[in-house]
Structures are given as structure tokens and as C-alpha cells.
């Protein structure tokens, strides 16, 4: 089965970031985007330690951590300033996207519904190329999560080995010219 492109967010406002985001900006780097709502008990014992962990323990890999805060039931309860004051409490130190309210008054909102999660947590695995390569409805186990994300880790650096043994690397530079390495290129002397 080839992965399909994930879903762009679409998200009212964002919260940990000083700018809207989207996947584009995580373009060259795998996502673990991790779906919550701050009343969801799987999400505050389980989701967001996990995301949290995940973001310390490959903090330098081309991995982002984002939350993404999607609120199906007890909407009043969960407003933007409710969410800031939460992750503050929580010390959740990555980027939040509030998920955009469905439209015509659908209580299901537009990232949900474009991913068609069954509830939260969701944990999702989006690859370098912006392809949705796993998601997971519940509790996710932290050893599978961490061997999932390794895969998709190795195959970025697979890509970026593959990209840069395509192109010949300039072994020696000077007098305004650089040389590739020995063997690279043959001459034949003329008899």
C-alpha cells in the first residue's frame, strides 16, 4: 500500500509558536502530530506524557512534536484560554493547533473529520514527504511509537545518503576550481 498525503490542519489559532503552521513548514522532517482534548483522561495520563517524551527524547532528530488540540464534546469548557492555562500546567513545550470548528454547526471539527479519528488521544505519524504513515485511536505503546518513528527516522536518512551519493562530492578546492576524487572520471591519454 502506498501512503497517501496526510490531511492539511486547519487550525483557528496556534499556541507554543509565533506563527501559524502547517505541514509545509515540516517539510524534510517526520511529525508526530498528537491529537488531544485537555478533559480526554487517556490524553492527560497517557497522550501528552508520551508526546512530551517523544519530543525530549529525539530533541536535535528531523522530528517535529505537534499538539493538536480537538474538541468534540464540552466545547464551552474548552475554550483557547482554558487550553493556554493547561499547557502552561502541564509544561507541554510544543506547538498546539486549536482544530478549526466544523462547519454548519458540526461538532466534529475539520482536522478530526479530515483524518477521521474515532476519538483522542490520536497519535499520527506523518513521513519526511508529508505522507500519513500511521495512526493510532487510544493509548499507544511507547516501545512500538518509539520503533515507529525509528523506521521513519532511518528512511529520512536513507533518502538524504541515496540524494547525496547522486551527486559527486568536490574532494579539493583551489586556484577557483574544485576536483572531484580520484576515479571519479577517466581519461584516456591519446596514443
Known sequence: MTPEPAP??????????????SLGHFRGRV????????????CVAHGIPQAQRVAKLFEGA???V???HTVFEHHAAMGPESLRAFLHEYRVPFPVGIDAPGPAGDPIPCTMRAYAMQGTPTTILIDAQGRLRRQVFGVHDDLLLGAEIGTLLAELEQQ???ATDAAPAAEHCADGRCEVGAGATTRNPLP
Open 66 to 68: 505537534v499538539g493538536l
Open 62 to 64: 528531523p522530528l517535529a
Open 31 to 42: 511529525v508526530l502530530l498528537h491529537a488531544f482534548q485537555m478533559l480526554c483522561p487517556g
Open 8 to 21: 492539511e490542519w486547519r487550525a483557528s489559532a496556534w499556541l507554543n509558536t509565533a506563527e501559524p503552521l
Open 160 to 162: 538524504r545518503l541515496e
